[in-house]
């Protein structure tokens, strides 16, 4: 019986960095990263990651190395996520609100030896260096730089520091073929996240390739997410890893559509656009969406409902909801002679056109929708129908 204990031939480390390796297989020519007028499929991003952390290594980067990133949600932090702990080094991704001060401490406490830097937070990465005690050693920088938009910076920042790597070039450079570092226990560290400092000094929290993959799973499981989703980065990828969904993403072939910032306009575009199915986020997101000036979700939910052979009058408002506050309640009026259309039909047509959470969690039949004597539909009218069917009972997450 002791030969069936788990060994090197019938058991192998739990990662998260195999879900790459099999996307790169399975969904190989599906695009892995959408980014402004940049598109990667899973083999490209699987390649990229190899080359990258072929460089990383070259760079005498190894088994519990620490390497950090400040970074918004570009490829280049996407592929970051992969392509240090591939080379048997921790990940540590920095909140890039953090003042100087706050960047110098962490840096240090970590002892991280190389710094992959945005091009937008340069000046600040610089000046934390800065504060290092003469004695100590400073990390490698290497300068992520983003040729998709026109980002603001202070070149005479850079006159005492040097950036002495690029990331491109470390892709481009690297080793298509490099036999990534697999993990010789699952508890080896992965990752290495810092607490906010709310109540006392930041705290380290280091995460195993174990715990991070059962973290992914139970993500994917909980939520849930099917095969090939297409998920908009409204989370940063800095905090907490994206709740683990940068790996997720990888497991379920999904498609991650990357944004540099939440900004409404552009959320509400990406999301006509690529058709997105996930997004994440705090309340004060969605907050931010709902209370938007733009009415541009409601006209898409409509423009929906009125594709609707049954549907001769739509109109969309918003209904009390205990748990999201609102949710999208659509009143319709059916043209002459339709019979037997129910709340599911219209619900189930929705979903296979619009994102789930756009779709209308109350429909409600009239004959005809109140309308002013201009013949416009009475809006407010209907929001005082919506109120007064109550709140909608909670649903969860």
Excluded at 67 to 90: D, Q
Excluded at 218 to 229: A, C, Q, T
Excluded at 368 to 376: D, N, R
Excluded at 385 to 395: E, M
Aim: with cysteine; net charge neutral; proline share 7%.
């Amino acid at each position: 019986m002791d030969q069936l204990k788990p060994s090197p031939a019938n058991s192998c480390p739990l990662t998260p960095l195999t879900f790459l390796e099999r996307a790169a297989i399975a969904y190989g020519e599906i695009p892995s990263i959408i980014y402004n007028a940049t598109t990667y499929t899973w083999s490209q991003t699987h390649r990229r990651c190899q080359q990258l952390a072929s460089s990383i290594q070259s760079l005498g980067i190894g088994r519990g190395h620490v390497v950090s990133v400040v970074a918004p949600n570009t490829p280049a932090m996407y592929e970051l996520h992969f392509a240090v702990p591939m080379t048997g080094a921790i990940l540590n991704t920095i909140n890039t609100r953090l003042d100087a001060r706050m960047i110098s401490v962490l840096l240090q406490h970590s002892e991280s030896k190389i710094v992959f830097v945005d091009k937008q937070f340069q000046s600040n990465v610089i000046q934390a260096i800065k504060r290092f005690p003469p004695e100590s050693q400073s990390p490698t920088l290497v300068l992520i730089a983003d040729n998709e938009v026109s980002i603001s910076s202070n070149p005479s920042s850079s006159t005492t520091l040097d950036f002495t790597q690029n990331y491109e070039d470390l892709v481009e450079k690297g080793d298509p073929e490099f036999k990534w570092v697999r993990p010789e226990s699952e508890q080896d560290p992965m990752t290495l996240n810092y607490t906010s400092g709310t109540t006392s000094s930041p705290k380290g929290v280091v995460h195993s390739h174990r715990s991070i993959f059962i973290i992914t799973i139970n993500s994917l499981i909980d939520w849930p997410v099917p095969k090939h989703p297409v998920y908009l980065w409204t989370l940063p990828m800095f905090h907490s890893n994206g709740w683990s969904f940068s790996w997720g993403m990888a497991a379920v072939g999904g498609t991650n559509i990357c944004l540099r910032k939440f900004d409404v306009p552009l959320v509400y575009h990406s999301i006509r656009a690529h058709s997105v199915t996930h997004m994440c986020g705090a309340p004060v997101l969605l907050n931010m969406l709902s209370k938007s000036n733009s009415p541009t979700h409601r006209m898409e939910v409509e423009r929906v409902l009125y594709g609707n052979e049954a549907v001769e009058e739509a109109a969309v408002v918003a209904r009390p909801d205990e748990f999201w506050g609102e949710t999208v309640c659509a009143f319709l009026s059916l043209k002459g002679g339709v019979l037997g259309v129910e709340e599911r039909d219209v619900v189930e047509f929705c979903r296979e056109r619009l994102p789930h959470y756009m779709v209308p969690k109350t429909v409600v039949f009239m004959d005809e929708l109140p309308k002013t004597s201009t013949g416009k539909i009475q809006k407010v009218a209907l929001r005082e129908i919506a109120k007064s069917l109550g709140s909608s009972p909670s649903r969860g997450r």
